[in-house]
């Protein structure tokens, strides 16, 4: 067996022994499949994802910028290739 966790600090002992949980056993665990991560694909791929190394100022100033950076950058981008 394993070795029951501690007590997170900030919950009274009171509702860490509230708590009862089922006994696992090996039937459920072999029935667990793991969790899915990520979005997956897109139904109309219209981006391509790459890598791009950039240096780390001008990352930092997008990202100051605030949330939508990649897309104004984006944007930039299509703006100096004249697209």
């Known amino acids: 067996m394993t070795k029951p966790k501690p ?11 509230a708590v009862d949980s089922p ?4 039937r459920m665990i072999m029935r667990m499949k793991p969790a899915k991560r990520g979005r997956g694909p897109q139904k109309a791929p219209t ?23 990649q ?8 703006k100096a290739a004249g697209l």
């Open 7 to 17: 007590k997170p600090p900030g919950i009274s002992q009171e509702d860490w022994d």
């Open 23 to 26: 006994p696992v056993g090996k």
């Open 47 to 69: 981006k391509e994802h790459i890598s791009v190394r950039l240096d780390s100022d001008l990352v930092a100033h997008f990202r100051a910028i605030g949330p939508g950076w």
């Open 71 to 78: 897309t104004r950058l984006n944007a930039l981008l299509r």
